[in-house]
């Protein structure tokens, strides 16, 4: 499962086309297993940015809905309910929130990090500072709602 990231002008931006390539490498010793992309507006993008690169369009399987990361696991893990595990590629910068999510939304994970672009690192790793507790908090918050609204 490939998470989505930036499109610019209908191509992957780098930062997604680095999930992209990380995954193709990955996928190359697990031939017979899916590659699912997933992301409104970005699924497309990278659905065929991989049969640009060799992989058969049946081999892809889009999720073109999600709008975040947990959507994005939820709406996967709906696709492959059955599944063990499933292969989350994400930037490096992203895979402690990949995690949080993973856990409260009950989604067993493997993350693998694509390398992010050295020009986009301080950036997106600062942005994390504040995502990561933000993220933490949301599933806090949804926890607490769900006991209240139980009683």
Do not use: C
Request: aromatic fraction near 6%; proline fraction near 7%; avoid cysteine.
């Amino acid at each position: 499962m490939v998470l989505g990231a930036r499109i610019k002008e209908g191509q992957p931006s780098r930062m997604l086309e680095a999930r992209l390539s990380t995954a193709l490498i990955l996928s190359s010793s697990h031939p017979d297993s899916p590659l699912v992309v997933t992301g409104k507006g970005e699924s497309g993008v990278m659905a065929r940015w991989f049969v640009e690169h060799g992989v058969p369009a049946e081999r892809i399987v889009e999720e073109p809905r999600a709008t975040s990361t947990n959507e994005n696991l939820e709406n996967s893990r709906a696709l492959f309910p059955d599944a063990s595990r499933l292969v989350v590629v994400t930037n490096g910068f992203h895979v402690a929130r990949t995690r949080v999510w993973a856990a409260h939304l009950g989604v067993p994970i493997t993350v693998v990090a694509a390398p992010t672009p050295r020009k986009s690192r301080l950036k997106n790793y600062a942005r994390e500072l504040i995502a990561v507790p933000h993220s933490a908090a949301r599933v806090v918050w949804r926890k607490l709602v769900r006991r209240w609204s139980s009683r």
